[in-house]
């Protein structure tokens, strides 16, 4: 019986490897990229969606025309089918804020005072304060966060997310006891997801 092929050594294994990364970090930063660059992000991201439908296509004829020539000749169209679930299932923007949340946390909290050391004076509305440059990589979109600082409601809401024309995500800082909903009565026509991530921070979706 004539022995089988490695699999390894097929640039089909390899190109669904490089497509399963590309497109695992293009949807791990679309929210950033998107709110940053959003036309760049579109010129790169839909090369990489047809890179993946290509390949995923390439790696299934490959299977089924290979499967007595390699061992194992599923596996670049598993990879690919692998990274398609993981990518609708996990929550992979939430979980690149969270992690660059608790990398930069102290960031944050620096921010934070330095905000509110110059923003002193109450407004009825919430107002756009924009962060110098040591802290503009904290809030997507230039480095603005939106402070509010009406009564007793006081807080900082840095963007993880802009959306064109509607939509923000991102972490707020609630400053003394106020109840999280009054604050984002402030900033949200509606609220879609709040998460409240300890010490008065709150992760937060809205419109």
């Known amino acids: 019986m004539e ?5 390894t050594n097929t640039t ?8 399963s990364v590309l497109l695992l970090l293009s949807t791990m930063y679309s929210q950033k990229l998107a709110s940053e660059l959003w036309i760049l992000f579109l010129i790169i991201l839909i090369p990489i969606i047809l890179f993946f439908i290509v390949t995923t296509i390439t790696s299934l004829i490959f299977w089924t025309e290979n499967n007595s020539i390699y061992d194992i000749p599923f596996l670049p ?3 690919n089918i692998l990274l398609l679930a993981l990518i609708i299932i996990l929550p992979l923007n939430k979980i ?3 992690i660059e949340f608790a990398m930069y946390k102290r960031q944050f909290e620096k921010a934070v005072d ?5 923003e002193t004076e109450q407004t009825i509305y919430p107002k756009i304060f924009k962060l110098p440059e040591n802290y ?8 603005e966060v939106i402070v509010i600082n009406k ?3 006081k807080g900082v809401f840095f963007y993880k997310f802009r959306g064109v024309p509607d939509g923000q995500i991102g972490f707020l800082k609630i400053i003394g006891n106020d109840c999280i909903n009054n604050l984002t009565k402030e900033l949200f026509l509606e609220v ?15 419109e």
């Open 3 to 7: 022995q089988k092929r490695d699999i």
């Open 12 to 19: 089909t294994l390899y190109l669904s490897i490089i497509n």
């Open 77 to 79: 169209f598993i990879i």
């Open 96 to 98: 690149r804020n969270r």
């Open 114 to 118: 330095f905000v509110l050391s110059k």
């Open 136 to 143: 503009e990589n904290l809030s997507v979109g230039g480095g």
């Open 151 to 153: 009564g007793d409601k």
């Open 192 to 206: 879609n997801e709040i998460n409240d991530i300890g010490n008065n921070w709150y992760f937060i979706s809205g």
